[in-house]
């Protein structure tokens, strides 16, 4: 199993920005996927949730209005597309994939992918 994160960089205060995951090596289209952020001292923070079959998403109230993800099963990708960053969007972004689409940030998740750095100086 392999989930690649990309798509990550240094942008300014209310830029815009698109992360993206690769996957390979599990049944993607039955997959809910989604993305967390991790910032040095903190626990990891769940952002988006989005089903296998790309209906009824998912969003951290922080990120709500701001952040959009989506998929596309037959390129096995899932996206988050970032507006209005803020200094406080710094971080690493980090996909996961589960079979269930509770508990999103509550309990372990199957599949964790490598992630990509993204920085908004302040």
């Known amino acids: 199993v392999q989930l690649q994160a990309s798509g990550g960089g240094l942008v300014q205060v209310g830029d815009s920005l698109q992360v993206s995951c690769a996957a390979s090596?599990?049944?993607?289209?039955?997959?809910?996927m989604g993305w967390f952020r991790q910032t040095p001292g903190k626990e990891r923070e769940f952002l988006a949730r989005?089903?296998?079959?790309?209906?009824?998403?998912l969003y951290a109230d922080n990120v709500n209005g701001r952040f959009t993800i989506s998929r596309d099963n037959a390129k096995k990708m899932v996206h988050l597309q970032m507006n209005s960053l803020k200094p406080d969007d710094t971080g690493v972004y980090f996909c996961?994939?589960?079979?269930?689409?509770?508990?999103?940030?509550?309990?372990?998740?199957?599949?964790w992918g490598k992630g990509t750095q993204v920085t908004v100086p302040a």
């Open positions: 090596g599990f049944s993607f289209s039955s997959y809910a």
């Open positions: 989005i089903p296998w079959s790309g209906g009824g998403t």
């Open positions: 996961a994939a589960d079979r269930y689409n509770y508990g999103w940030g509550a309990r372990p998740l199957e599949y």
